[in-house]
Structures are given as C-alpha cells and as structure tokens.
C-alpha cells in the first residue's frame, strides 16, 4: 500500500524558515511528479509548488523566491525548503506524488503556522 509520510510542520515568527519533506514507500512503481499542495482554513486547496522527476519545478507565483521544492529520487522524497515566510502562508501542507501505472497519492498534510 503506497504511503506519503511528511514531516517538518510547526510554529515559525514571520520572516523565519521551515524544512518540509515527505517520503513514498509501499510501491516498487517509478514515482513520477511529487510536489506541495496546502489548505488554509475557509480557503480552497492550493498548489505551492511540484518537480518532476527530471527536476523541472513549478511554484505558485506567491512563494517565488522563497521556497524551493527538491527531491531525492533513490529515497522518493521531496522537500520544500519555505524561507521568509509569512502569516498568509500558514495553512495544512499536503504531499503529492504521481506514481506511474498506478495513481495520484496524498498524505495526511503538517500543520505550518506563522505567527509572532
């Protein structure tokens, strides 16, 4: 059974930094795009940023610049590496990977909060 675990979440002050990562296991199948979704409350759910796996990323226009998405094919494991963060970006980020021959997979989501 494929599993996304991510890890990293919690309370940073605005202008601080937070290290997000989220590995696939249960699968021998090639995981193809990972990338970051997040959910804030009252708001839809969000694409932040996705690479595939020959690296090409894409971000949402509000984290240029201060996040950067990567990843570690032998591990199947993405990052997101979230610098200068602010209150807007507090919300639930989600981990997704689109495994080949198989399907799309979400994990549970860590809770990032900005707040001073």
């Known amino acids: 059974q494929v599993q996304l675990v991510e890890s990293g979440g919690g309370l940073v002050q605005p202008g601080g930094s937070l290290r997000l990562s989220c590995a696939a296991s249960?699968?021998?199948?090639?995981?193809?795009?990972m990338g970051w979704y997040r959910q804030a409350p009252g708001k839809q759910r969000e694409l932040v940023a996705t690479i595939s796996r020959g690296g090409t990323r894409n971000y949402v226009d509000s984290v240029k610049g201060r996040f950067t998405i990567s990843r570690d094919n032998d591990k199947s494991t993405v990052y997101l590496e979230m610098n200068n963060l602010k209150p807007e970006d507090t919300a639930v980020y989600h981990c997704y990977a689109k495994i080949t021959a198989v399907g799309n997979y979400w994990g549970q989501g860590t809770q990032v909060t900005v707040s001073s």
């Open positions: 249960g699968t021998s199948f090639t995981v193809d795009t």
